[in-house]
């Protein structure tokens, strides 16, 4: 834990304050002590921190690049590639230009062969998208029981299948988790 004291404005919870040789010792800002001091922890080694150090706020929190594509075809190349797993993707929720731009990127690094695609793109109706995340957990448990593979199951948005399936209950005048669980039966999807 790192307390910091700020002559003019205190940075916002969550920022990252930057201090040390080259900036390169990293803080949080994790709670606000009063309307000069912040409590931060630190995400680098503190090795060269020392009392008077100047702390400069980088006016953000933590910021991590991640291309999503770029990850799951990693994730399959990385997991397939090396092993003789099944890979199933399951895009629900997604626009038709990302599920067309992620098919042709997967078939450029020949990872497309290895896998399995199934969406449910979000103009189709709530019981497509719903249905689509059923199914590939049917293919899921086809290739680790029957086929006995290791599976590699990556599902996008679970968010949106989530809201696909509050759709369908409230069109059902039913509570979200009542319409799930009568349609998965804890083995295969019905």
């Known amino acids: ?29 994790i709670t606000h002590l009063d309307s000069k001091t912040i409590r931060g922890i630190a995400l680098t080694s503190t090795k060269s921190l020392a009392l008077g150090s100047r702390i400069i706020d980088t006016g953000h929190p933590i910021m991590v690049p991640v291309g999503k594509t770029v990850l799951i075809m990693e994730m399959i190349h990385n997991i397939v590639g090396h092993h003789e797993w099944a890979s199933i993707f399951c895009g629900i929720g997604e626009r038709c230009r990302e599920g ?3 098919y042709r990127e997967m078939k450029t690094t020949g990872v497309l062969n290895n896998t399995v695609m199934v969406f449910g793109y979000m103009n189709e109706p709530p019981g497509a998208r719903f249905q689509v995340g059923h199914t590939v957990l049917t293919m899921a448990e086809y290739f680790r029981d029957d086929a006995r593979q290791d599976v590699l199951l990556l599902i996008d948005n679970i968010f949106r299948f989530i809201q696909a399936g509050m759709k369908i209950s409230g ?16 083995n295969r999807a019905l």
């Open 1 to 29: 834990m790192i307390d910091v004291r700020f002559e003019n404005q205190i940075p916002s919870l969550f920022h990252i304050l930057k201090t040390g040789e080259e900036g390169k010792i990293i803080i949080e800002v």
């Open 100 to 102: 067309e731009e992620l």
């Open 171 to 186: 069109l059902m005048g039913q509570l979200p988790l009542s319409s799930w669980i009568s349609t998965y039966d804890g």
